[in-house]
């Protein structure tokens, strides 16, 4: 046997050894043929891509940080605060988590409402729209859950304000209040239960709806929405391989730079160890994504009828979120093609209304 | 056809019993789960009574937060110069309240609520005034007292 025979058998072994352990010419061809249509809102693909791209950020910075962090009350602010002040680089790996938290809770909400509009959520995509409204939900779970961590003023105060709304509700308000605590206060117990919640219980179940999410993405292809079927029938779909997902990375590329610069230019602060024996400081505020529910609670009068206003509020928005979990099930078009008027009004009367409170929460100091 | 009969009842007899097992193996799986999550009750010793200042520690037009129990509590003295004591919780949503010498009252910065001097609330989302503890004064120290 020639030297050369030698060469391109042990290639054609090699090659052979993995085509007969996975069938990869199976997933080879289905990304050869994944096709991106293209139209007028074909910019709005690139949201969902986004979203995992923080998340993958998250992963990775969260247990960087987790080498250092101790979840207990005595011990959190100190080793948050050894992070940032002691460990190299630590100050930019913990800002980059929290930037990107912020980031990709933005990311998911714009991809959220895009598909709303878009009627992507449409038969037979119910369970994608369900897995990803569950997916959001968590995607707040995580923030809520990890603004506790540091054990700071801010988020003891939020925490213990957050919590006490769950207890509005009907029979196992209190229940859920004393579970989420880890008893009737918000103390070492509470931050060492977030802890666990937030790098073990959310990461699990956030995983296995985003393989479902992601799979059933994959499985039935992009939607079009009905006002672009036209146009996207006269263009070229574009081929996903390489052409789509070259234009991803280079908006991941994007991303990470605005990311590192936010992190970098503005760096997450720390703020003062929680005391529980301390007032409530002035211009206590939550998160911009959970301002406009706190902005709306503000509204209602103290008493509806018999009932606290705030128990119906918040009643409300639990309605709405059911709704919104739900909309697929809802808005039933038997021809795909109609666009349903009343619900694009909600979707936009929606995205409004989170607006406009959020800014009145900015514009009017400490009484949001 | 009774033959039939019979063995359609078995079957289904066997579809509860199975069913029903699953639902108990389950349900002995899941009830000391649940048990688990939820966290014992630790007693906590009433405290009923508390020094929550010296006597000249307070001037007039100024509050302080003492603890009551495993509980807040706030102590004001009003610009008359007379001794107040009320649970520093807020009743919407259990901020701590402090005293504000510029409003010469309550505030709680969480929401933005008011209690005047009794601890009523005048003004903000909360739906209850504080709860007022009794004040006196022994020799040197304020006690703080929990109404009965
Ligand atoms: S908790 Fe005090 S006003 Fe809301």
Redesign the interface.
């Known amino acids: 046997m020639s030297q050369e025979d030698n060469i391109t058998n042990s290639h054609a072994e090699k090659a052979g050894f993995w085509r007969e352990r996975f069938p990869l010419d199976a997933v080879a061809y289905f990304f050869k043929k994944k096709n991106v249509p293209m139209h007028r809102h074909s910019i709005w693909y690139y949201l969902g891509g986004m979203t995992l791209f923080f998340f993958i950020i998250q992963v990775g910075t969260g247990i960087l940080l987790l080498l250092y962090y101790r979840p207990t009350a005595e011990a959190a602010f100190e080793s948050v605060q050894f992070i940032m002040t002691k460990v190299q680089f630590g100050w930019l790996i913990r800002s980059i988590h929290s930037w990107s938290a912020n980031l990709m809770v933005a990311a998911a909400m714009i991809h959220m409402f895009s598909v709303f509009l878009m009627k992507a959520y449409r038969k037979p995509r119910e369970i994608t729209w369900v897995s990803g409204v569950l997916l959001f939900f968590l995607t707040l779970g995580f923030g809520f859950s990890g603004y506790l961590l540091p054990w700071n003023t801010l988020a003891y105060?939020a925490t213990?304000?957050g919590t006490?709304?769950v207890s509005v509700i009907p029979f196992i308000g209190h229940?859920l209040l004393?579970?989420l605590r880890?008893?009737e206060?918000v103390t070492g117990?509470t931050l060492t239960r977030f802890f666990g919640i937030h790098v073990a219980v959310l990461p699990m179940l956030v995983t296995a709806l985003l393989v479902l999410h992601l799979l059933l993405v994959q499985v039935q292809g992009m939607s079009v929405p009905p006002s672009q079927i036209e146009i996207s029938a006269r263009n070229k779909p574009m081929p996903f391989f390489p052409y789509f997902l070259l234009r991803d990375l280079l908006g991941w590329l994007v991303a990470l730079g605005v990311l590192i610069a936010l992190a970098a230019l503005f760096p997450w602060e720390l703020g003062e160890k929680a005391d529980?024996?301390?007032?409530?400081?002035?211009?206590?505020k939550p998160e911009w994504y959970f301002l406009f529910m706190?902005q709306t609670?503000?509204y209602i009068p103290?008493?509806i009828l018999f009932m606290?206003?705030?128990v119906l509020g918040i009643l409300a928005f639990g309605l709405v979120g059911l709704f919104w979990l739900l909309i697929p099930f809802i808005d039933r078009r038997p021809e795909e093609r109609r666009s349903s008027r009343w619900f694009t009004a909600f979707g936009w009367a929606a995205i409004a209304f989170i607006i406009v409170m959020s800014l009145i929460a900015y514009v009017i100091p400490?009484?949001? | 056809m009774e033959k039939e009969k019979s063995g359609l009842d078995r079957r289904s007899f066997l579809d509860y019993f199975l069913g029903g097992g699953v639902v108990a193996l389950i349900g002995s799986v899941f009830f000391p789960v649940l048990k688990y999550?939820?966290?014992p009750a630790?007693p906590q010793a009433v405290q009923n009574d508390v020094v929550a200042a010296k006597a000249n520690e307070l001037q007039p037009n100024a509050g302080k937060?003492?603890?009551f129990g495993?509980?807040?509590g706030i102590l004001v003295r009003t610009p008359e110069g007379d001794y107040r004591a009320f649970s520093?919780v807020?009743t919407?949503?259990?901020?701590?309240?402090?005293y504000r010498d510029d409003f010469k009252h309550i505030w709680?910065?969480?929401?933005?609520a008011h209690f005047d001097l009794n601890g009523r609330?005048i003004a903000g989302?909360?739906?209850r005034p504080l709860e007022e503890y009794r004040v006196e004064i022994r020799g040197e120290e304020v006690v703080v007292i929990r109404k009965a």
């Open positions: 105060f213990k304000v006490e709304i229940d004393v579970f880890g008893g206060e117990a529980p024996f301390a007032p409530a400081p002035p211009g206590i706190f609670l503000k103290a008493k606290d206003g705030e400490q009484t949001f | 999550i939820m966290p630790i937060i003492f603890r495993n509980k807040p520093a807020c919407h949503l259990q901020c701590t309240v402090q709680c910065a969480c929401h933005n609330n989302p909360p739906p």
